[in-house]
């Protein structure tokens, strides 16, 4: 299985090391030569700006937002989940493809990171939250909350993008690692979750 990862800038690295201990393949995308054949993708966290700005010259997001809207499974985190947001307070709308409003660095500064107890499906775990964004509404039915942090909604799934505030690649965990095993895995039909 080939996995995409979104490698501008960020925690791209770190999210490749989740993929080959699971036993697949990262495929680091840079520029648009490499999206093709690809079984999932995963959108790292980082800075939305940063990654906008690059894009700007490598104009990869087209073809990105027609891979995610084809159904292959997706992953999101921090900044990768405010790239595909369809409402960002403080930020642009990039491509989007989640029915959420989110709001950038809701937790503060950068000296505000931390780290919290967070239930990601039928699991809790201590994940990180870096300059963290809010999910701050849902706005459709068709999302679903998969991971709270308190009361804050920190985790959504909609059809085969699953988005996250937190950094679950820096942890890697059991629970997670298996959990995206089976996300991938799963392929098209992810999107009957
Ligand atoms: N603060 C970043 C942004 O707004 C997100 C931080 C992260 O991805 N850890 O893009």
């Keep these: 299985m080939k996995v995409g990862i979104l490698s501008f800038q960020g925690s791209f690295f770190d999210h490749s090391k989740s993929i080959e201990t699971i036993g697949y393949s990262p495929v ?12 999932a993708l995963i959108l790292p966290g980082g800075e939305s700006t940063a990654m906008n700005k690059i894009n700007n010259y490598q104009n990869i997001f087209n073809d990105l937002d027609i891979l995610i809207k084809s159904g292959i499974p997706t992953l999101s985190t921090c900044a990768g989940t405010i790239l595909l947001a369809n409402q960002v ?15 950038r660095n809701a937790y503060g500064r950068q000296t505000e990171s931390f780290e919290g107890s967070v239930s990601f499906f039928d699991n809790e775990d201590i994940y990180c939250f870096i300059r963290a964004p809010k999910i701050t509404q849902l706005l459709s039915d068709d999302v679903k909350v998969i ?5 804050d909604i920190v985790g959504v799934q909609q059809k085969n993008i699953v988005a996250l505030t937190f950094h679950p690649e820096l942890n890697n965990d059991r629970y997670y690692l298996d959990w995206l095993h089976n996300f991938i895995k799963e392929g098209k039909n992810v999107r009957t979750f």
């Design 89 to 103: 307070v403080g930020g642009n709308i990039t491509i989007p493809n989640i029915d959420i409003q989110i709001t």
């Design 147 to 151: 991971a709270k942090h308190d009361s």
């Design 28 to 39: 680091f995308i840079k520029h648009d030569t490499n999206i093709q054949d690809l079984d």
